[in-house]
C-alpha cells in the first residue's frame, strides 16, 4: 500500500530533480531588477577600467566596515549554539589584514578629501555623498542630478573626478 505524498515532499523531490536552470526568476521579478550603473557606464564607454576598478575598491571597503554591524538571520542549516552570546568585534577586527590596509591607506584618506568637496551649494551635497549614491546604492546619474539639482552632465564629472583621485591614492595613475 503506498502511502499519499504530501505536497512538501513532493515539492521537495521536483526541486531536487530539476536543473539549476530551469529555476529562474519570474518576468516580473526580472523588469524589477536594476542594472549596476558602473557597469553600465563602462559599457558606454564614459568610464574606464581604472574607474570600475577603484569603485569595485570603495565598494567592497562600504562592504567590510559595515560587516557585522547589523544583525542577521540565523543559518537554519547550521547547529544551534548554545544561547551564551558572541563577544562584540569591532569593524576592523572583522576585516582581512587587506580590507584593514585598502581602508587605512586608500578608502579613509580618500573619503576625507571627498566629503569636504561641495559639489551642490543649494543643497550642500559632497562629492562623497554623490559617490556613494551612485557606486554603493546604485542611483542613476539623472536620479542623482535631480535629487542634488545639479547641471545634467555634472554628475558623471563628478564622479570621474573622485575615481582619478582615488586612483591616485592607489598609485594606479
Not at 107 to 118: C, F, G, V
Not at 133 to 153: C, P, Q, S, T, W
Request: charged content about 25%.
Amino acid at each position: 500500500m503506498t502511502m499519499p505524498s504530501s505536497r512538501r515532499s513532493t515539492l521537495l523531490s521536483n526541486r531536487a530533480t530539476a536543473p539549476d536552470d530551469a529555476i529562474g526568476p519570474t518576468p516580473e521579478t526580472k523588469a524589477k531588477l536594476r542594472h549596476d550603473v558602473l557597469h553600465r557606464l563602462a559599457r558606454e564607454g564614459r568610464l574606464d577600467a581604472q574607474h570600475i576598478m577603484a569603485a569595485e575598491e570603495i565598494r567592497g571597503a562600504w562592504e567590510a566596515i559595515g560587516r557585522g554591524l547589523f544583525p542577521t538571520a540565523r543559518q537554519l542549516h547550521m547547529p544551534r549554539l548554545p544561547t551564551a552570546s558572541r563577544a562584540y568585534l569591532q569593524p576592523f577586527e572583522r576585516m582581512s589584514n587587506t580590507e584593514e590596509r585598502t581602508w587605512r591607506l586608500r578608502y579613509r584618506p580618500w573619503a576625507d578629501e571627498m566629503s569636504i568637496e561641495i559639489v551642490s551649494p543649494t543643497t550642500r551635497t559632497t562629492r562623497l555623498q554623490l559617490v556613494h549614491d551612485v557606486i554603493i546604492d546604485n542611483f542613476g546619474l539623472r536620479a542623482i542630478e535631480d535629487l542634488y539639482r545639479l547641471k545634467h552632465g555634472r554628475a558623471l564629472l563628478h564622479i570621474r573626478a573622485a575615481l582619478d583621485r582615488y586612483c591616485q591614492f592607489a598609485g594606479w595613475s
